[in-house]
């Protein structure tokens, strides 16, 4: 099964440590990340995604558990 996952927060260590630990959990980065401004804080975004060989996915399955 093919996962998504889109990460976002403060543009902070929590955010990076929030991604890395996803892609040391065998997530890849799916594209750059994006960056957005709300007037006092930048806000980031990281997409990501994980190929899980013969599981198949439902509308059931707990992302966060991979």
């Known amino acids: 099964m093919k996962l ?6 403060p543009d ?10 996803k892609l040391n959990r065998g997530w890849q980065l799916h ?3 994006t ?3 709300d007037g006092k804080t930048v806000i ?3 997409a990501l995604v994980k190929e899980v060989e ?5 509308m059931d399955t707990k992302i966060g558990a991979y």
């Open 31 to 33: 594209g750059g990340p």
């Open 12 to 21: 902070d260590e929590t955010f990076c440590k929030r991604v890395s630990d």
């Open 54 to 58: 013969g599981e198949i996915f439902t």
């Open 35 to 37: 960056l957005t401004f």
């Open 44 to 46: 980031a975004g990281q």
């Open 4 to 9: 998504y996952s889109c990460i976002t927060g």
